[in-house]
């Protein structure tokens, strides 16, 4: 296998066994850790502490990436997921939980900015928009392929026995860990030399990303990490939480077929990605956005009004199309932007605010949902989600 295959292999393949634990964790995290007894507030405030606390490992590890190693930052990444799945599985304490929720964040914190770094340096496609956005259509070809078997798998498991799920996501991460470490190369990355530990490279990269990201020359993406992100990210964040929470209590569904939901709407999304490529190729980056958030706005709205399961299985696939779409044009459009030299650090930078907003959503639903109930808490998501698309139309306008 030559080269470009072999790196576009080994990164699709961390793509799907992420889209495996992005299946199960949106779907199963809040329900099982209820399932336990704990009380939702506490749920909703111990994920939105962990993603917290992983933001303060993302320059340093970012540092790592581009200083030292993106592959070795990858290993580490896939190891301390096995880790951290396998503590989960094991213990039914709160507080250890808390702790292994922790160190998974930790461990995305080694993969966020290094894992497109690696493949875009790697197959020389920053300059090629063409390029960059068939290359991120067919990255959430795969993630979306580890979501189909993730949510298939997760129907199964979850039927025999609930805390077998994390079992299987941890000896997942382990197998991948392993490919990695045995099969993956590293080309057109020549790390600079600067004296100093990790804590002075990362304050170094730091500087170095806050200044590229408020250049007077990057106004766009300044909008797409800055302005839309904040709303975006809350929107989608919120709206995740209630989905599962709504469908159990309201519907009435068990949990086993939650999973079983989030792989039929992966099935449904599986194409999106080759269509947002053919989207993207002809209309700008701006008003592709705008399209999708409208959308998105129209199907929360419909979603939360919803009388019958059908209905709301059937919106929420809508849903799933258009943040599928989102998220392809979204990350071609920031890393077209990004410097090759910086690029894992940006990388960083982008994965800080969007943990920054994803904790911040994820506790606000909380709130939300004690105070408001589960229904007005979506329209909430609703209301961020057209703030969004109105952010993008103008903030993008050339």
């Known amino acids: 296998m030559d080269f470009k295959k072999k790196t576009k292999s080994i990164f699709y393949g961390m793509e799907f066994t992420h889209g495996i634990r992005r299946a199960l964790i949106g779907a199963l995290m809040v329900v099982y850790l209820i399932s336990l007894g704990f009380n939702l507030l506490w749920v909703t405030t111990m994920i939105a502490v962990a993603g917290i606390i992983g933001l303060f490992f993302e320059f340093p590890t970012g540092a790592i990436a581009d200083h030292n190693s993106r592959k070795k930052s990858l290993v580490i990444s896939f190891f301390l997921f096995f880790i951290s799945f396998l503590g989960i599985f094991i213990f039914t304490n709160f507080w250890l939980i808390s702790i292994f929720a922790v160190l998974a964040e930790i461990a995305w914190t080694f993969s966020s900015g ?27 070809f795969f993630e979306k392929g580890g979501y189909i078997v993730g949510g298939l798998v997760g129907f199964i498991v979850v039927a025999i026995n609930f805390r077998f799920i994390w079992l299987m996501m941890s000896l997942a ?35 170095e990303s806050f200044a590229y990201l408020f250049h007077e020359k990057n106004k766009e993406l300044r909008v797409l990490m800055i302005y839309g992100f904040v709303t975006s990210t809350i929107a989608i964040s919120s709206f995740m939480v209630c989905v599962p929470l709504l469908l159990t209590q309201f519907f009435n569904l068990k949990p086993e077929y939650i999973p079983g939901i989030y792989s039929i709407m992966a099935v449904a999304t599986l194409g999106i990605p080759f269509i947002t490529e053919k989207l993207a190729h002809k209309k700008s980056f701006g008003a592709s956005l705008f399209s999708l958030y409208f959308f998105l706005f129209l199907s929360i709205v419909i979603f939360a009004i919803s009388n019958s399961l059908i209905l709301a299985v059937i919106v929420f696939a809508f849903f799933n199309l258009s943040k599928t779409s989102i998220d392809v044009i979204e990350d071609s459009a920031v890393h077209h932007k990004f410097s090759s030299k910086i690029r894992a650090s940006l990388g960083s930078l982008n994965s800080l605010l969007w943990g920054i907003e994803n904790a911040l959503g994820i506790f606000l639903a909380g709130i939300s949902i004690g105070l408001f109930g589960i229904t007005n808490t979506i329209y909430g998501s609703a209301v961020l989600a057209l703030i969004t698309a109105m952010i993008y139309l103008i903030g993008l306008r050339k």
């Open 114 to 140: 290094a894992n497109m770094a690696w493949a875009i340096d790697n197959l020389n496609y920053s300059k090629s928009k063409s390029k960059l956005v068939s290359f991120i259509s067919r990255k959430y």
């Open 173 to 207: 991460y382990l197998v991948m860990a392993f490919v990695i470490m045995k099969y993956a190369e590293e080309k057109n990355f020549n790390p600079p030399k600067i004296p100093g530990n990790y804590l002075s490279k990362s304050l170094v990269k730091m500087k």
